[in-house]
């Protein structure tokens, strides 16, 4: 989830409070697990952080988009995103209602940071804090489910780095790299878009991708193929 409340209260020990809204799923997974990961993101991330703010785990799977590389933590269990300013993973300590939220207080077990990456800063108003980051034309997707059976339908959602109109296909790519339609379609405008699509019977268990294309960009979503 794209969490804007997020910020350290101690350095020693080094502790990161996150303030989440109690009606997220994200919520009751930190209380679950014990847990929960920070990725602090770079400029070059800023349609990841639209797309996670955009759609809800509860009916999305996010971490299906390309646009997201993940990597294993090292003493959480959970993926953390890499390309980030910095990472960290943590261990909940403490948390507290205030108001709608929770904040959920965590120790630093582990962290990275990467020098060579600037920070997205989000600003609001007429006194800026840098120069706008201009957004380049792109489309950010996911499948829901990501591992599914042949034949079994899926959700696919994209958000548009700007307003998009016109035709845009759905391609299935093979293992092999080849690609297949699954589907054109026409979207009427507006920055997402969300369609239903069905994986054919006589697709072979394996690792495919799932292409939006439309407008000179496309956007890919991770898509397993399971057996009976």
Known sequence: MAAEWTYNISYHPFLIAVHVDKANVTHDEILAAGEFGVNL???DQGAAMRFAGHFSKADTDKLSSTTFETYPAKRIN????????????CRLVQHEVLGDHTMFVGEVLEFSVNPGASPLILHHGSHRLGEKIERQPGITMAATPSRIRAGEPIKVVAEFSAAHQGPWSLLFVTPSGAERLLQELHHDGGDTFEAA???????PPGAYTIIARGGGVDGRAHLEIVSD
């Open 197 to 203: 699509v069905t994986i054919p019977r006589d697709t």
């Open 41 to 43: 993101l770079s400029e």
């Open 78 to 89: 959970a993926p953390m995103i890499r390309g980030s300013l910095m990472n960290a993973e």
